[in-house]
């Protein structure tokens, strides 16, 4: 059981991860729109950094990518919250998959071998991805923001931006940045708590 002054220090964690995910949720929301969808990025980088973030503290990062995602590109964006609520989730899919999978595979987040990296292009890069822009794109359509005929547009713009930001971004932070995170004490060793 983890006493309150680690408690604390993982809250103070995920309120920081979820200010710096907003951050970059909102940046990219701006920076790189797909029209007509509101709060979709085509170069959504914001991903990559939550992808990372979860893995470093386990949980506490999946939850950040979550509320980063609904005040960012959800709240910021002027999404109805109703919607904001489940549109989120895109992004807590597009950390959990990859997460679960690494806890599942028990893959060394530094990616050393070739199990490691495919693990990471199946579950980090591909599904997650995937199912993000599936169901981000999904709830879009069905609660009325865009058309039926936007929707590969919003899907593709949102899978293909992901997926390059992904495979540029988080591989290099697992690799070269992890034995920094590895040596503090907010480091989560088990992939959850």
Known sequence: MPDIESFS?????????VLVNSLLSRFAVINSPISPAPGVSSMYFAVAFMV?????????????AYLGCMIGAGILADMPFSLNVVWSLADLWQVVI???????????????????????LVFACILNNLMGAL???????????????????????????????????????????????????????????
């Open 9 to 17: 220090t993982y809250l103070n964690i995920f309120l920081f991860l």
């Open 52 to 64: 990372v973030f979860a893995m470093w503290y386990g949980i506490w990062g999946a939850f950040s």
């Open 98 to 120: 990859p997460l679960a999978a690494f806890a599942y595979f028990k893959v060394n987040i530094r990616m050393r071998t070739k199990k490691d990296i495919a693990i990471f």
């Open 135 to 193: 169901w981000g794109s999904l709830m879009l359509v069905t609660n009325g923001i865009i058309q039926w005929t936007e929707f590969f547009v919003t899907f593709q713009g949102w899978f293909l931006g992901n997926l390059i930001t992904t495979l540029v971004i988080v591989p290099f932070l697992l690799r070269y940045i992890t034995p920094y995170v590895q040596q503090t004490k907010s480091y989560v060793r088990g992939y959850w708590v």
